[in-house]
T-cell receptor, first 115, second 115 residues
């Protein structure tokens, strides 16, 4: 299974941009990059996903390196509500079965937002 | 609010006992996933059901079982409980034909404490 590597923790100041990195050097050509986050005392929530091109939605942007071996989740203006654990996950939707088709959560990055 | 409901929110029981956790997926979602989150193991996938049929199995113990009913709600049964089963149990659902994205919507979780 392709694995991801994320820093254990990061800090950001409120209302400043945050760049959360993820390394996935063994990514396969059909792996999608998913980001979820888990706010304190809540279940994880979907943030964004992408394959090759950069993606934007109302929550965040996802910048994917040209070689796809790394990606960065960008929160454009961090708020206190963005303090959470952020998970970068690889998923291959074209595999019919097995763990590669599922969401496998690692330890993620604990983001602290300072007021 | 993700639209996924889980009951009960909290459950305290003794070793050796059996409990049932219940999950109602979002309206229209056919897939239900169960996860266990403990402090030392992180978020672990247990099992997935799709429209009543078991679709994928993760690190689910033999003492644990699940099912999805015709109305699509799901139950996770935990028996012969041990202290190490104390954890947060999350249920997630995803819509039919999610295919590439397979975005999962998580419930608020059930906190199980085994004394």
């Amino acid at each position: 299974d392709a694995k991801t590597t994320q820093p254990n923790s990061m800090e950001s100041n409120e209302e400043e941009p945050v760049h959360l990195p993820c390394n996935h050097s063994t990514i396969s050509g059909t792996d999608y990059i998913h980001w979820y986050r888990q706010l304190p005392s809540q279940g994880p929530e979907y943030v964004i996903h992408g394959l090759t091109s950069n993606v934007n939605n109302r929550m965040a942007s996802l910048a994917i390196a040209e070689d796809r071996k790394s990606s960065t989740l960008i929160l454009h203006r961090a708020t206190l509500r963005d303090a959470a654990v952020y998970y970068c996950i690889l998923r291959d939707p074209f595999i019919s079965s097995g763990s590669a088709r599922l969401l496998t959560f690692g330890s993620g990055t604990q983001l602290t937002v300072l007021p | 609010d993700s639209g996924v409901t889980q009951t009960p929110k909290h459950l305290i029981t003794a070793t050796g006992q059996r409990v049932t956790l219940r999950c109602s997926p979002r309206s229209g979602d056919l897939s239900v996933y169960w996860y266990q989150q403990s402090l030392d193991q992180g978020l672990q996938f247990l099992i997935q059901y799709y429209n009543g049929e078991e679709r994928a199995k993760g690190n689910i113990l033999e003492r644990f079982s699940a099912q999805q009913f015709p109305d699509l709600h799901s139950e996770l049964n935990l028996s012969s409980l041990e202290l190490g089963d104390s954890a947060l149990y999350f249920c997630a659902s995803s819509p039919p034909g999610a295919g590439i994205t397979d975005t999962q919507y998580f419930g608020p979780g059930t906190r199980l404490t085994v004394l």
